[in-house]
Nanobody, 121 residues
Framework: VQLQASGGGLVQAGGSLRLSCAAS????????IAWYRQSPGKQRELVAA???????NYIDSVKGRFTISKDGAEKKGYLQMNNLKPEDTAVYFC????????????????WGPGTQVTVSS
């Protein structure tokens, strides 16, 4: 099941955005959720993840600013991003239904188109 990220946009530094992740098909995809991002010229990286058991993980650069959540009943995941910085500019992607706490991006064979987040200084 491919998950689709949405909610990106252009925002000034210090602003906020809320990304959404939705899927068609099995709700198993929302037992675990992870958000990834990729900036031009950089490797895709894990940003935040919720495991099947409810553990949460963030990369250090977004701790205290980003909040990951999921709603299994609505089959949606979210990434609330506050106090955005220019270095957060990237295309953001979501994945779900994996074991562990945020697999390496190479784990996944397919990706949705992602959503562009641009933070101006």
């Amino acid at each position: 099941v491919q998950l689709q990220a949405s909610g990106g946009g252009l925002v000034q530094a210090g602003g906020s955005l809320r990304l959404s992740c939705a899927a068609s098909g099995s709700t198993d995809s929302f037992n675990s959720i992870a958000w990834y991002r990729q900036s031009p010229g950089k490797q895709r990286e894990l940003v935040a993840a919720i495991s099947m058991g409810g553990r949460i993980n963030y990369i250090d650069s977004v701790k205290g600013r980003f909040t990951i959540s999921k709603d299994g009943a609505e089959k949606k995941g979210y990434l609330q991003m506050n106090n955005l910085k220019p270095e957060d500019t990237a295309v953001y992607f979501c994945q779900g239904g994996f074991p562990g706490l945020g697999p390496h991006p190479s784990t996944f064979d397919s990706w949705g188109p992602g959503t562009q987040v641009t933070v101006s200084s």
